[in-house]
């Protein structure tokens, strides 16, 4: 039983403790279509370089992460994976689903096969529009998730449910 | 000189308790994996006592092949035949064998107990001299060449014939 | 002080330091319980495959060459325990010393060249 | 326009492509040869001068054509899926069926059933097309399937491309083909139910989804244009 | 919550996930290896479910269908400027091309041809896009057999073909350039210095691949004689592009069937094989291919005629009746649509042969026997965009 | 000041309680900085961008929020692993790392245990982290664990051995075990009676230094030997299932690991703590020795981490014949005629 | 000359990297302390320029993902010449765009027969919940500030130059 | 210290390991039963060779036997160890006595 959860963390404490969240992303390498380029593009483009916000790509496996960039479409196929990827990372995780096909179904909202939107799935922390969206509107969307993450009542969110968004 | 002697002996007692309780763990324990692991614990007990008897080089030789080879190679052993976590059952014989196998072993004890405690009843070691490694090496270079020329034809055996039946064929 | 009394407190620190290093990360692992939470998921703690449920239990009891290496390296390494002392003492030994081991080293060394031969250095 | 192909293998131009009277002779010889080794299983064919060939073939002869085809020199295999030639019950126009539906009006009378190029029986037809390097030509075969019986045989022994091309169609339109060592489903969930490129399979999403553009459907009030402000 | 009721409750949720498994269909003895949907090395999310004998591979079986988004019904409702955008997304690395077909075939039903200009203009962006998405794969595969860094090169250096791409279409990755009769717009002022300039810097690229990456002793024994395809089996799995080449197939449509609407017989270019079919030579053409792309780019920005960009077509397109297939050499191999018009606003039906499906369908044939690791410079070498194989 | 901290000599327990804190801060701040230099800021240049730049100034403190971060993460351990050897596998690798430094001398007294058989007290107890990474992969109950798991002991066994034999070049050299002994014999040392600059080993032993390197990156897991985490074969190999903290302690070790052995290899080839052209008595390494050894053993990572972020990874049976057909006969070559040099000259 | 082995080839090659980087400074874009500039066309987001817009509905027709949502009624407006008769002319209720849908193909920009839809560049507009990516007829409008002029071509062409209404 | 500290503990190490040699029947668990055995004797050495080392500085028999006895046991396990592969791969099981059963 941790004192975070329980709420009885002195301030000062739990605010550095949203600092170092912050600064330390870690975010799963998994993408799914075409957004996942872009968002090679942020994380690997020495362009855009995303490890200087402290957003770090290495972990290969769920279990290291703190952040999944769900990056493109979601089959039905597919589903079950995102779920149980999401699953597998500990707490505290977040999502951001970035481009219209993960925040809705996209170009593939008529589709047979498309789940439309991840956040029928998991739930989202931040959401980046575009088709796909530019590198850097997916850094906005990690400054967004920072600034959430700093501002966040750990609590709160250990505490019961996730918080879910939207 | 008594107060080391005072800590010798309770270094001497501790160790000797984690090897004996890991040694009967390792020929009483229900997972293979577990077991290998006792035993490092028993292998690393050993080289203390070791360290106890100042043979340093004998102590470190004991880490870097037991703990760095031996047990590595028994890990292995047991992955290649059972990769599965878990219990295994049939690690033991029948009970019966079990027990019969209890009843040497403490009658073992037994007699080798009375024998040594008759044999070197109140026997000091003495003081300890620090034994170095180019000591030894004076020894094996010297007294001891031949088993040394022995001992790398006895490597040279045991490889060829770990190869030839661990190979493939 | 004896040197043999200085000696077992060098391992003695070496002692301390093993512990050091349990007590450490254990130390370490205890502070986080305060800060971690425990929040189980239906799938959390599924074994992770690639996304999909795991497939099979266990796995490849024909990895033998990774005995085989092993084994070299036992034996390797045995040799090496022996040629550490020698080597601290061969100006003394000189020519002597030399052959002794040479003779050694080459026996071991043929081993190296059967293992070669017989291909069990490929990965197959 | 398909009613231009005929059922026999003599060679007509399309109507609108009437101008350029050419006949493409080295896509003729293909055809002749193809005719000549596959005897009547050849029941329709077609030629675009200069750009391609279409040749349909009996149901029973389809594994026969693409070993033919491999010794003509066709040996790249190119790909094979199906056509269903069903009018779409939900309107042609992407927008036409919803415009009915929300305004009421009857559905529209269904277009009669007209095969393309090569001509066809059948509402259901498998296609695949074959290349010769060597030629710099390639080849579409057709072959009807009648719906009481949607199986054909296998190419995946001929083409080893046709595998998966042959599981992808068989999933999305329900054909069998014989022959086929592992006819699972390719692409969709095991547990999905229909078959989505048969043209009665409806995209819920569209049925259910208000089309935004309706909702204002009557035209402007006339002369506008001339007022509009953007001109 | 104590520690007791914690392990309780994981317990009772592990038992519950076990009793909810769904996908056993792939459930053997042993040994089988289970590489996707999410794992590092498929790009996404192919799977790949291998029977292993220790780390040899007796059988790998590539499961795709976790992108399938149904491209060819969703064609069937969509207009033919909506498809025009859609299918970009279908090899979303070089996302131009895929546009190309498609309009040619339009095209083609409907008797119309492109101004010269557009055509010049079409075939630049053409290879633009096989450049911005062959780089990729050099990186990319660098990155699979663990040269970090050339990943990073490879995307630094795309930038500035995609920010070519973006400032003539708009789109970095989803241009929605092409039209019937066509193009959407011209080009902007300076563009075409700035494209001489990048196209230098990617030049300059590959041959800092070559030196970091393809000359390099570890990863020339990772790659020569793996995954060695020979050239019939090629042409029978219908491998196209690169794959096909290396396999020794003196084959490019560009150069032997160019579709009319494409320049390329206005450059002077080559087309490199590669005699050994095996995973090194697969790379080794595709750096050269990259290579030729670029000077392509070069020449035909010198000759750019001028005059319109697009030709005169009614504003609401209907095709009329007919069916035309028209296949172009794309970035990842020969791509195609058959379209299926009955003189709608909407296509009939449209069969889209993507390179990829029939690239990645040779696995199970080149994967039996290979090492696992060799599984991953095959996979890996063969190339494959998952939208390309899954539509 | 150099010569109140030479006559500086506290009771055992007192020195041992200072030495315990000394390293349990050194440990980590070397790991930090290994990590912090290298892998964001080094990585980062030599492809062309900048590394962290957020997390304190130009992002100096970003391990430290990583560390904070990790302690945060739930702890997981799969159903069906192992629980006890799951847990405790960090903390095995992690002692080893720790005993390594034991040995390492930062000038002639800063040591923490001037062992008489320092060298080879260093690669018995770097063969314990093997042990580690075994449990940890067997326990996790993963298929990819076990195999990166094998992998790994395999990898790490192997090159054990090249590094053994390595080493042994400069025994025969130096003609003791002692690591303060082999930094004395090669600032004492002279080349044909020219002892401007010492003896240091990596003239006279250059390939012994190689081997050294070579084993040193496979020892770390490093590519191009990184089969044993390979993300795009098996994961990340016996780490896939860690998480938070206990992952945090194989991050961090790898790190402490390879500060210290670019440490023993500076002492083994480069001349350690000494300046050539200041006597090894000098009080002044109380300060300086600490501070040259830190610069050699800067030296010596960027070269293994050059290599790491410029090289593609073997296959694993390239990685064994590497080791067993090249380095291991080309070692024992080097035995061969470095004793029989030692003898005849 | 004897060949330079491709392993020390490698080396030279990001050793070469890391001085160019030290000495030149490395490729990266500073976000979020400096931005970089996207091309004039590119497609970041859509703006309205709503006195152009008749509501006229062709861009909510031909979309393909039927993101455009628009209410309109008809009033009758004071006659433009004096003496004229009043004219009908539709007022925009609404007019909102579901950017989280939105595939940013630019089809509705060009179908726009009265020049209403705009392209801006403008990529930063991450939301925490989903809901607020539905762009409404003010916050359109607000992007037409962003709108950059429209370039001029490159040489040889024919295109004429259109100009954005401010 | 007393010598008897020591030799009681191989005493006692060596009856376990008896014991275990006896008792497993996982041909493996026996192996590791002989080290046990193997580790006791060499303590007996180190002991003894502590003590004659002590009065005779020139002897240092126990260490070098002790040595051999390492070399021994590693020759030792690596063969064994390969029997119980060979047995394995042939048999798909380790159980010393079913062993025993196909060869009698
Ligand atoms: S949102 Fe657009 S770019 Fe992103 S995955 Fe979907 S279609 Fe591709
Ligand atoms: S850009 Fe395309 S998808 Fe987006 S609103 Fe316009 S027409 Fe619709
Ligand atoms: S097409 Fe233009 S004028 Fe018509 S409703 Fe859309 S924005 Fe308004």
């Given amino acids: 039983m941790g004192l975070v959860e329980s709420g009885k963390l002195p301030k000062s404490l739990n605010k550095l403790l949203s600092i170092s969240r912050k600064y330390s992303i870690w975010a799963y390498q998994w993408g799914l279509a075409c957004c996942a380029i872009e968002m090679g593009a942020a994380f690997a483009s020495p362009r855009y370089d995303v490890m200087r916000l402290g957003v770090i790509p290495f972990p290969a496996s769920p279990r290291q992460a703190d952040l999944v960039v769900i990056a493109g479409t979601v089959t039905d196929k597919l589903a079950p994976a995102v779920v149980r990827l999401y699953e597998q990372m500990p707490d505290p995780k977040y999502v951001i689903s970035m481009g219209s096909c993960a925040n809705c179904g996209g170009p593939y909202w008529d589709s047979y096969s498309v789940t439309k939107g991840v956040d029928q799935l998991i739930p989202v922390d931040v959401y980046v529009p575009g088709c796909p969206p530019r590198p850097e509107a997916l850094l906005e969307g990690i400054l967004l998730l920072q600034e959430r993450i700093a501002h966040e009542d750990m609590a709160d969110r250990w505490k019961g449910e996730p918080i879910v968004v939207g | 000189m008594f107060g080391l002697l005072v800590a010798q002996n309770i270094a001497f007692y501790v160790i000797a308790a984690l090897i004996v309780f890991g040694a009967l763990r390792v020929v009483t324990c229900k997972n293979l994996v577990h077991a290998a692991l006792w035993l490092v614990l028993v292998l690393a007990g050993v080289a203390g006592q070791y360290i106890l008897l100042a043979a340093e080089f004998v102590a470190v030789t004991q880490v870097l092949v037991y703990l760095g080879a031996i047990v590595v190679l028994f890990l292995f052993g047991i992955m290649l035949t059972r990769a599965k976590t878990g219990h295994d059952l049939e690690l033991d014989n029948p009970t019966p064998a079990k027990v019969g196998a209890g009843v040497i072993g403490v009658l073992l004890l037994g007699v080798m107990g009375y024998a040594l405690w008759d044999a070197w009843r109140g026997q000091e070691l003495g003081d300890i001299v620090v034994q170095r490694t180019a000591e030894v090496s004076d020894s094996l270079f010297s007294t001891y060449l031949l088993p040394f020329e022995v001992i790398s034809v006895l490597l040279l055996a045991a490889l060829i014939g770990a190869i030839v039946l661990a190979r493939r064929d | 002080m004896s040197e043999y009394s200085e000696f077992v407190r060098q391992y003695l620190t070496v002692a301390i330091f093993a512990a050091v290093g349990i007590g450490l990360g254990a130390g370490l692992l205890g502070l986080g319980r305060i800060f971690r939470p425990v929040r189980p998921q239906e799938q959390k703690y599924l074994v992770y495959e690639s996304g999909v449920d795991p497939v099979g239990t266990g796995w490849s009891q024909s990895q033998i060459r990774y005995y085989i290496y092993a084994l070299l390296f036992v034996m390797f390494d045995v040799e090496a325990v022996f040629l550490f002392p020698w080597a601290t003492r061969l100006e003394a030994y000189s020519t002597f010393g030399l052959i002794e081991m040479l003779i050694f080293v080459v026996i071991l060394a043929l081993g190296l060249l059967y293992a070669w031969r017989k291909k069990v250095l490929r990965w197959v | 326009m398909s009613q231009l192909s005929s059922a026999d293998t003599t060679t007509e131009t399309p109507a609108e492509e009437a101008t350029e009277v050419e006949i493409d002779e080295r896509r003729q010889a293909v055809l002749d040869e193809l005719t000549a080794r596959l005897g009547d299983a050849v029941v329709g064919s077609h030629i675009r001068p200069g750009d391609d060939l279409w040749v349909r073939v009996e149901r029973a002869a389809w594994p026969e054509a693409a070993q033919v085809a491999k010794a003509l020199g066709y040996t790249w295999f190119d790909f094979l899926s199906g056509i269903d030639w069903l009018p779409s019950p939900f309107g042609r126009d992407m927008d036409a069926q919803v415009d009915l539906q929300v305004s009421g009006a009857p559905v529209k009378e269904p277009a009669p059933l007209v095969q393309g190029y090569a001509g066809g029986d059948t509402r259901f037809q498998v296609f695949a097309r074959l290349y010769s390097i060597a030629a710099g030509m390639g080849i579409h075969f057709k072959a009807d399937l009648p719906d009481d019986e949607l199986s054909i045989g296998t190419w995946s022994r001929t083409y080893f491309g046709a595998d998966w091309h042959e599981r992808e169609t068989a999933e999305m339109f329900g054909f069998h083909f014989e022959g086929h060592p592992h006819l699972v489903k390719l692409y969709l969930p095991a547990d999905f139910q229909g078959f989505p490129l048969r043209k009665d399979f409806p995209l819920l999403a569209r049925r259910v989804r208000p089309w935004p553009g309706i909702v204002d459907v009557e035209p402007m009030p006339g002369g506008d244009e001339s007022e509009g402000e953007g001109e | 919550m104590t520690a007791t009721s914690d392990r309780e409750q994981i317990a009772a949720l592990a038992a519950r996930a076990n009793d909810n498994r769904v996908n056993l269909d792939f459930e053997t003895e042993g040994m089988t290896l289970n590489m996707g949907p999410q794992h590092p090395a498929t790009h996404g999310t192919l799977r790949i479910v291998a029977r292993l004998d220790g780390e040899q591979v007796i059988s790998a079986e590539p499961v795709p269908g976790y992108m399938h988004r149904g491209y060819e019904k969703l064609v069937e409702v969509r207009s033919y400027p909506q498809i025009n955008t859609l299918v970009n997304r279908i090899d979303w690395l070089g996302s131009f091309a895929n546009e190309v077909p498609f309009i040619l075939a339009a095209e083609k039903l409907m008797g119309v041809e492109a101004p010269p200009r557009a055509q010049w203009i079409r075939t630049i962006l053409f290879e633009m896009s096989r450049i911005a998405n062959i780089s990729l794969f050099l990186g990319d595969y660098g990155l699979q057999l663990g040269a970090m860094t050339a990943g990073f090169y490879a995307f630094r250096d795309r930038e500035h073909v995609l920010n070519q791409i973006e400032a003539a279409t708009g789109g970095r990755f989803h241009p929605n350039f092409d039209r019937i009769g066509g193009l959407k717009d011209d080009l902007p002022k300076g563009w075409i210095t700035d494209s001489h300039r990048a196209m230098d810097k990617l030049l300059a690229f590959c041959d800092e691949l070559d030196d970091l990456l393809v000359g390099n002793e570890i990863f020339q024994s990772r790659t020569r004689g793996i995954g060695v395809i020979p050239r019939d089996i090629a042409l029978s799995y219908g491998l196209s592009g690169a794959n096909l080449r290396a396999s020794g197939v003196d084959w490019d449509l560009r150069r032997d069937s160019c579709p009319p609407g494409l320049v390329y017989d206005q450059a002077d270019w080559k087309v490199w094989t590669h005699p050994d079919g095996d995973c090194f030579g697969r790379t080794w053409v595709r750096l050269q291919e990259t290579r030729e792309a670029a000077l392509i780019v070069k020449q035909l920005l010198d000759t750019i005629p001028s005059g319109p960009v697009m030709a005169k077509v009614p504003r609401i397109i209907k095709v009329p009746e007919g069916e035309a297939y028209v296949e172009t050499e794309n970035p990842l191999g020969a791509m195609g649509y058959y379209i299926i018009s009955k003189g709608d606003l909407v296509p009939f039906r449209v069969k889209i042969r993507s390179a990829s499906f029939n690239n990645i369908s040779v696995v199970p044939w080149v994967a039996r026997g290979a090492y696992v690791p060799d599984l991953i410079s095959i996979l890996g070498s063969l190339y494959f965009i998952l939208g390309d194989i899954d539509r | ?345 | 000359m004897p060949k330079v082995p491709g392993l020390v080839k490698g080396l030279g090659v990001t050793f070469g990297e890391m001085v160019k980087t030290l000495k030149e400074g490395p490729q990266t874009t500073r976000y979020p302390h400096e931005r970089e500039e996207p091309a004039p066309r590119a497609r970041g987001v859509i703006s309205l320029y709503e006195e152009n817009c008749t509501a006229c509905m062709l861009c909510a027709r031909e979309c393909p993902d039927w993101c455009i949502f628009i209410e309109a009624h008809k009033y009758l407006a004071p006659p433009r010449r004096e003496g004229g008769k009043p004219r009908q002319k539709n007022a925009l209720d609404r007019f909102d765009i579901d950017f989280s849908l939105c595939m940013y193909c630019g089809i509705c920009v060009e179908v726009c027969p009265f020049e209403a839809l705009f392209w801006s560049p403008e990529h930063e507009y991450s939301e925490v919940r989903i809901a607020d990516l539905l762009h409404d007829k003010s916050r359109l409008g607000q992007w037409m500030q962003t709108v950059p002029d429209f370039e001029s071509y490159e040489a040889g062409s024919e295109a004429k130059v259109k100009k954005v209404p401010r | 210290m007393l010598v008897n500290q020591f030799l009681f503990l191989g005493a006692v190490l060596f009856c376990i390991g008896v014991y275990g040699v006896l008792a497993r029947r996982n041909a493996v668990l026996v192996l590791m039963s002989i080290e046990l055995v193997l580790n006791a004797v060499n303590i007996n050495l180190v002991a003894f060779g502590a003590m004659w080392h002590a009065t005779d500085p020139a002897n240092l028999s126990g260490q070098v036997f002790a040595l051999f006895v390492i070399a021994v046991a590693a020759a030792e396990v690596g063969v064994g160890l390969a029997l119980v592969l060979m047995i394995y791969r042939n048999r798909q099981s380790i159980d010393l006595d079913e062993v025993d059963l196909l060869k009698g």
Wanted: charged residues 10%.
């Fill in chain 6, 1 to 345: 000041m150099t010569l109140l901290l030479a006559a500086f000599d506290p009771p055992y327990w007192v020195s041992t309680l200072i030495k315990v804190l000394v390293i349990s801060i050194v440990v980590p701040t070397t790991a930090l900085i290994l990590g912090m230099v290298f892998l964001f800021k080094v990585m980062s240049w030599m492809q062309s961008r900048l590394g962290p730049q957020e997390a304190g100034p130009r992002g100096t403190l970003q391990l430290l929020a990583d560390g904070v971060k990790f302690l945060q993460k739930e702890d997981i351990a799969p159903f069906g692993a192992d629980r006890f050897i799951f847990r405790t596998a960090p903390l095995v690798v992690l002692m080893s790392t720790l005993l390594l430094y034991v040995a390492l001398p930062a000038s002639a007294h800063l040591v923490v245990s001037d062992l008489d058989v320092g060298v080879f007290y260093v690669l018995a107890v770097s063969s314990l982290s093997v042990l580690g990474v075994l449990m940890a992969g067997w326990a996790s109950a993963n298929k990819y664990s076990l195999m990166g798991g094998l992998r790994a002991a395999g990898q790490l066994i192997a090159y054990e051995l090249p590094m053994v034999l390595a080493v042994l070049g400069v025994v025969i050299q130096a003609g003791t075990l002692s690591l303060n002994g082999i930094v004395f014999a090669q600032a004492n040392g002279s080349i044909f009676g020219w002892d401007a600059i010492g003896n240091p080993y990596i003239l006279t032993q250059f390939v012994g230094f190689f081997i050294f390197l070579a084993a040193v990156q496979a020892e770390l897991t490093q590519p191009p030997f990184d089969m044993p985490v390979a993300e795009s074969e098996i994961v990340s190999g016996y780490q896939v299932e860690y998480t938070g903290f206990r992952f945090l302690i194989f991050f961090l070790a790898e790190f402490a690991t390879a500060f210290v052995f670019a440490g023993i290899a500076s002492v083994l080839f480069l001349g350690g703590w000494a300046v050539p052209w200041l006597d090894t008595a000098s009080d002044w390494y109380y300060v300086l020795g600490p501070v040259v050894l830190f610069a050699k053993v800067m030296i010596v990572s960027f070269i293994i981490f050059w290599v790491r972020f410029t090289y593609p990874r073997f296959r694993e049976d390239q990685l064994q014949s590497f080791a067993w057909k090249i380095l291991i006969p080309l070692a024992l070559a080097n035995i061969v005629v470095t004793s029989v040099l030692k003898v005849v000259l």
